[in-house]
């Protein structure tokens, strides 16, 4: 495959609240797969997300974990290739292992049970994982098919547990951004990682120019705020994370997203969720509260054609 990179790309948009396709259009197909893809690209999204792991001949494949037996029927086709703590590592497949895998809606592999009940049927369909280089094609061929202009938001899972493994997720994933054409933070591609310390390098040690986001989890990295600005240009908190107490059935907020912003730092949080509210009684009230309320500047859904409808 060679890397074709689409001569009139267009530049980031950076002024906008923008909406984040979490996995594809997820809430209605199974996660990460090319179907959720095209339909996300379809519902006008600023961005669709990758999720990346390694295959065992080093092919990034986009999948949300380092395992396969919660969205794929593994468990029934290469039994002896499970590890000692029952799980099924990408890993351990080439790519053209994992091409013979069918992929799933997401469901908990000790009792079968789907995650979210009213999803697409657990099982139904034939689905397939696909490389990065798949998806990056998809969506510039797209792009150039339509006159769009939607760009891709990677994430490097779990850069540690590559490490041990000895591979160099990050490095890879790099060099396949740069081979298409994504390489300064005009770009339109924002790369993201939970891992501080991978983040950091990519910027300091990797000499990165791309747009980069540093994913956080609790509340305690606040104070981490302004090392992340040293190297990030925006972070990407867990929606809890920016809420305080309710007062007179009002939603209050922390310091965070002020926090950022007085630090240059753009805030994009995960994950919004029509049919997992939560603390919410309705998708609309999270909209507001979150999107508009808190002042954040984007968002990580499932559901992406209702929060460009909302935010249109
Ligand atoms: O990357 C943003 C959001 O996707 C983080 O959570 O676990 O869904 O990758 P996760
Ligand atoms: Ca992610």
């Not at 339909?39 to 999204?45: E, L, R």
């Not at 005009?186 to 991978?198: G, H």
């Not at 867990?238 to 209050?252: A, E, I, M, R, S």
Request: hydrophobic share 35%; aromatic share 12%.
């Amino acid at each position: 495959m060679s890397p074709r990179v689409h001569s009139t790309r267009q530049k980031m948009k950076t002024n906008k609240k923008i909406v984040i396709a979490h996995r594809g259009a997820s809430g209605y197909l199974p996660e990460h797969t090319m179907e959720a893809k095209a339909m996300a690209f379809a519902m006008n999204p600023d961005f669709i997300e990758q999720d990346l792991v390694l295959s065992k001949d080093n092919i990034p494949v986009v999948i949300h974990d380092i395992y396969l037996d919660d969205v794929t029927d593994v468990a029934t086709k290469f039994t002896v290739k499970k590890r000692k703590d029952n799980r099924y590592y990408v890993i351990d497949f080439t790519f053209e292992e994992l091409q013979t895998l069918r992929v799933s809606e997401r469901f908990n592999p000790k009792t079968s049970e789907q995650f979210y009940k009213n999803r697409f049927p657990k099982g139904k369909g034939n689905f397939k994982l696909h490389s990065f280089e798949q998806e990056i094609e998809l969506i510039q061929g797209l792009n150039k098919s339509t006159g769009k202009n939607i760009g891709i938001y990677p994430e490097i899972k779990d850069p540690e547990f590559h490490k041990k493994e000895g591979k160099d997720l990050t490095k890879i994933i790099l060099k396949t951004l740069a081979d298409y054409g994504y390489k300064n933070k005009q770009d339109n591609c924002i790369l993201q990682c939970f891992d501080a310390k991978e983040l950091e390098r990519i910027r300091v040690e990797l000499k990165s120019e791309l747009f980069l986001v540093q994913l956080m989890e609790f509340p305690e990295e606040v104070k981490n705020l302004q090392h992340f600005a040293t190297y990030a240009n925006g972070i990407g908190p867990w929606y809890k994370q920016l809420l305080d107490k309710k007062v007179d059935d009002k939603f209050t907020f922390t310091s965070l997203v002020a926090g950022a912003h007085k630090l240059g730092l753009k805030v994009h949080p995960y994950t919004f969720r029509a049919d997992a509210l939560d603390e919410f009684s309705s998708f609309e009230e999270m909209m507001q509260t979150l999107l508009i309320d808190a002042s954040v500047d984007g968002a990580f859904t499932d559901f992406p054609d209702l929060v460009v409808e909302f935010l249109n």
